[in-house]
T-cell receptor, first 115, second 113 residues
Framework: DAGVIQSPRHEVTEMGQEVTLRCKPI?????LFWYRQTMMRGLELLIY????????DSGMPEDRFSAKMPNASFSTLKIQPSEPRDSAVYFC?????????????FGQGTRLTVV | AQSVTQLDSQVPVFEEAPVELRCNYS??????LFWYVQYPNQGLQLLLK??????LVKGINGFEAEFNKSQTSFHLRKPSVHISDTAEYFC???????????FGTGTRLKVLA
């Protein structure tokens, strides 16, 4: 398996524009997570899904953020409209069900810069 | 609610010296404990985890960690570091019954020649 695949790796956009980040989890994994990494706040959990259903979105900062998982092999995180304070590295991770003994595998991240 | 505290944001250490990266957590429920490492411009990868049993856990690349329930700590150690260990290290908890991780803010380990 190629691991968790995120696209794009880098995104530069202007304030006010819509941004869509994409993630393909590892095949067979039941859980998918979106994290945001900044210098000030470290790694924050934004939302996670189980079998394509959102379980906990309490970390989504504002209504400008939305996430979807239309099927087991694809998820998107959308920011509309984007703001400079959204600049961060966004990570997607996936994990198999089976208890605490399973580990989460992370993608390489999308570095978002909003100017 | 759960929280993870990594007191040291940066730790410089000379090559072949020992290192300890500190992690403390708080939680009102049982948690599992993890250390992840992030090399520059990469995602995170698992170093080691504590689920139950022996409080001393060994991981990859010669790292180990000790779970101390009374002190709610899970410090990471390596007896002799290499230049290649330069990276950011994250401590995380996963509340029992969930699959999510809550991360600390990370410790940047810089190994000096």
């Amino acid at each position: 398996d190629a691991g968790v695949i995120q696209s794009p790796r880098h995104e530069v956009t202007e304030m006010g524009q819509e941004v869509t980040l994409r993630c393909k989890p590892i095949s067979g994994h039941d859980y998918l997570f979106w994290y945001r990494q900044t210098m000030m706040r470290g790694l924050e959990l934004l939302i996670y899904f189980n079998n394509n259903v959102p379980i906990d979105d309490s970390g989504m900062p504002e209504d400008r953020f939305s996430a979807k998982m239309p099927n087991a092999s694809f998820s998107t995180l959308k920011i509309q409209p984007s703001e400079p304070r959204d600049s961060a590295v966004y990570f997607c991770a996936s994990r198999r069900a089976g208890g605490a003994n399973t580990e989460a595998f992370f993608g390489q991240g999308t570095r978002l810069t909003v100017v | 609610a759960q929280s993870v505290t990594q007191l040291d944001s940066q730790v410089p250490v000379f090559e072949e010296a020992p290192v300890e990266l500190r992690c403390n957590y708080s939680s009102s429920v049982s948690v599992y404990l993890f250390w992840y490492v992030q090399y520059p411009n990469q995602g995170l990868q698992l170093l080691l985890k504590y689920l139950s049993g022996s409080t001393l856990v060994k991981g990859i690349n010669g790292f180990e960690a000790e779970f101390n329930k009374s002190q709610t700590s899970f410090h990471l150690r390596k007896p002799s570091v290499h230049i290649s260990d330069t990276a950011e290290y994250f401590c995380a908890v996963s509340p029992a019954g969930t699959y999510k991780y809550i991360f600390g803010t990370g410790t940047r380990l810089k190994v000096l020649a």
